[in-house]
């Protein structure tokens, strides 16, 4: 398959997703505001302008938009008006709209869940090590490891990538024994190798079990296209875990965003934009295959949920931090003032957009990692 096919479809797949999250997102807004008895407007696949209207079904237009980058739902009142309408967005009680506008971010945060917990059910990808080098009278080389070689069982017990531990905690619990290691070739073969590792001593000293220190990542993770199924309630447990991690990794990320930001505003941002995040999903489908394409999605999933729920505008959480102080205050904050709130908020956002967008293609011209040019 050529590059430019292989570009093509990375395109479309990383559109598909963000679709699919962004509908999901949306349909919480829309399920919420139905039960809440408010009028929806329209429920739009895509971005304006319109292409085409599926179905009007009652008072709700479902439409095909131009732009393949999500969803909407349109609501009525939602801009502020016809407060007077008992059905328009405007009229409900403070906590009404809450559960409204926070209905997306849980419908992500489920659907992490849901994508997580599957994955560890159905398909969990086991998951080797592949070395890029072997440091030189290390037990790897006495083994004759080479690079390239990746382990992918340890005494004949293998690693699920989600349910953990990993190949190399199942190295350090062998400290100093003699195991017996199965190995991938790069020609496709595999071999069984026998490997003495070091010492505890030697591992506390930052050598690694093989010889290897982890400090110079001289290996990467290794997906032979095998996995495992198992027990429902282990999965799900598996599943609540990953989605608490996956937030916890992103809200880490956010913090590193804001104090990279405070202590140089010129620095390359530490985080990925459109275009980085298409990437990351092509590299990841050539190269692990569509089960950890989907475990991304999963990530993105609760990505899409923490960032809409900070309370910055026009996002949702934003949303919620307004209508909170129009409680708090009442009138003293005008509908020009809010409106103009959002209208601000949204240029941030773009500029924001563009920003990390402008280093994901400078970083992928150049061969750059995040947090460098």
């Given at each position: 398959m050529t590059g430019f096919l292989q570009s093509i479809i990375t395109i479309v797949l990383f559109l598909a997703i963000l679709g699919i999250l962004v509908v999901i997102h949306e349909l919480g807004h829309f399920v919420t505001a139905r039960l809440a008895g408010v009028r929806v407007l329209e429920f739009g696949l895509g971005f304006p302008p319109r292409a085409k209207v599926l179905r009007a079904k009652g008072e709700t237009l479902y439409?095909?938009?131009?732009?393949?980058?999500?969803?909407?739902?349109?609501?009525?009142?939602?801009?502020?008006?016809?407060?007077?309408?008992?059905?328009?967005?405007?009229?409900q009680s403070w906590l009404k709209k809450m559960v409204i506008l926070a209905a997306g971010v849980a419908m992500n945060v489920v659907l992490s869940f849901v994508i997580f917990a599957g994955i560890a059910w159905l398909a969990s990808p086991f998951m080797g090590i592949k070395f890029h080098e072997v440091v030189p009278d290390s037990p790897a080389a006495a083994a004759g490891l080479q690079p390239g070689d990746a382990i992918v069982a340890v005494d004949g017990e293998r690693y699920q990538f989600i349910t953990g531990p990993s190949v190399l905690e199942?190295?350090?619990?062998?400290?100093?024994?003699?195991?017996?290691?199965?190995?991938?070739?790069?020609?496709?073969?595999?071999?069984?190798?026998?490997?003495?590792?070091?010492?505890?001593?030697?591992?506390?000293?930052?050598?690694?079990?093989?010889?290897?220190?982890?400090?110079?990542?001289?290996?990467?993770?290794?997906?032979d296209g095998t996995?495992?199924?198992?027990?429902?309630?282990?999965?799900?447990?598996?599943?609540?875990?990953?989605?608490?991690?996956?937030?916890?990794?992103?809200?880490s990320g956010l913090g590193s965003l804001v104090a990279s930001v405070?202590?140089?505003?010129?620095?390359?941002?530490?985080?990925?934009?459109?275009?980085?995040?298409?990437?990351?999903?092509?590299?990841?489908?050539?190269?692990?295959?569509?089960?950890?394409?989907l475990y991304v999605a999963g990530i993105l999933s609760a990505n899409l949920a923490l960032v809409n729920i900070l309370p910055f505008?026009?996002?949702?959480?934003?949303?919620?931090?307004?209508?909170?102080?129009?409680r708090m205050f009442g009138r003293r904050i005008s509908l020009r003032a809010e409106q103009l709130t959002y209208v601000v908020g949204m240029v941030f956002l773009f500029a924001f957009i563009i920003w990390v967008t402008g280093y994901d293609i400078f970083r992928s011209l150049t061969g750059g990692t995040l947090g460098s040019p």
């Open positions: 439409t095909l938009n131009w732009l393949p980058i999500g969803g909407f739902v349109k609501l009525e009142g939602e801009d502020g008006n016809d407060a007077n309408d008992p059905r328009s967005f405007s009229a199942g190295l350090r619990a062998r400290a100093g024994q003699t195991i017996v290691l199965s190995v991938d070739s790069p020609n496709g073969t595999r071999r069984d190798v026998t490997v003495t590792l070091n010492d505890q001593a030697a591992i506390d000293a930052g050598q690694g079990a093989l010889g290897i220190s982890q400090e110079q990542q001289p290996w990467e993770a290794y997906f996995n495992t199924t198992n027990p429902l309630p282990e999965a799900i447990a598996v599943g609540a875990d990953q989605t608490v991690r996956a937030l916890g990794l992103i809200l405070a202590a140089d505003p010129t620095a390359p941002p530490p985080v990925a934009g459109p275009v980085g995040i298409a990437t990351q999903i092509g590299d990841v489908f050539w190269n692990a295959g569509p089960i950890l394409t505008p026009p996002l949702d959480g934003g949303r919620m931090l307004m209508i909170t102080l129009k």
